[in-house]
T-cell receptor
Framework: DQQVKQNSPSLSVQEGRISILNCDYT??????FLWYKKYPAEGPTFLIS?????DKNEDGRFTVFLNKSAKHLSLHIVPSQPGDSAVYFC???????????FGKGTKLSVKP | DAGITQSPRHKVTETGTPVTLRCHQT?????MYWYRQDPGHGLRLIHY???????DKGEVSDGYSVSRSKTEDFLLTLESATSSQTSVYFC???????????FGPGTRLLVL
């Protein structure tokens, strides 16, 4: 049974608009959440993270929101740029050195 | 970028042959991981290491073994490759007490 779910395999957004990528989890013991971006033929690159003691973390155009009661997190990209086109993976861990559990990814396409 | 290299970057092999993939890091990080990425599955943990000679199984460890004789090197071995092990393999590293993992560029393995 999947503990981390990204229910949208793909998302298409116009350049300059907001991209919202969603992630749901089932394990209430998860206390650290990360987003990775992956371009074709490259390894995933770390984008942004959030601890369960927070409900929002911002880094430039990227903001991650965490709703613990709903076991839901989202990544907002504002404004979206064509270079943001990639596969985005949500990941979660339990404890300070828990292994990461990844979602299946969402492919974001930003149209010029 | 974290100093992580993987070799080889591409490999074609035949069913039944042994294959060893190498991950090398220059960051002196304690933790190292091997993942595989397959369509529809995201990233799945094969094995991980929490120190020299200290390793443990991940979610999809059957058919794989690992070794870590030095801090900087983590080897993944397929004793007898099968077609189901055709995949892209990623190595990752993380430091003490941090959940964030940094990934290598990947090895694309095709088992015929």
């Amino acid at each position: 049974d999947q503990q981390v779910k990204q229910n949208s395999p793909s998302l298409s957004v116009q350049e300059g608009r907001i991209s919202i990528l969603n992630c749901d989890y089932t394990n209430s013991m998860f206390d650290y959440f990360l987003w990775y971006k992956k371009y074709p033929a490259e390894g995933p690159t770390f984008l942004i993270s959030i601890s369960s003691i927070k409900d929002k973390n911002e880094d430039g155009r990227f903001t991650v929101f965490l709703n613990k009661s709903a076991k839901h997190l989202s990544l907002h990209i504002v404004p979206s740029q064509p270079g943001d086109s990639a596969v985005y993976f949500c990941a979660a861990s339990e404890g300070s050195q828990g292994n990461l559990i990844f979602g299946k990814g969402t492919k974001l396409s930003v149209k010029p | 970028d974290a100093g992580i290299t993987q070799s080889p970057r591409h490999k074609v092999t035949e069913t039944g042959t042994p294959v060893t993939l190498r991950c090398h890091q220059t960051e002196n990080h304690r933790y190292m991981y091997w993942y595989r990425q397959d369509p529809g599955h995201g990233l799945r943990l094969i094995h991980y290491s929490y120190g020299v000679k200290d390793t443990d199984k991940g979610e999809v460890s059957d058919g794989y073994s690992v070794s870590r004789s030095k801090t900087e090197d983590f080897l993944l071995t397929l004793e007898s490759a099968t077609s189901s092990q055709t995949s892209v393999y990623f190595c990752a590293i993380s430091g003490q007490g941090t959940e964030t993992q940094y990934f290598g560029p990947g090895t694309r393995l095709l088992v015929l």
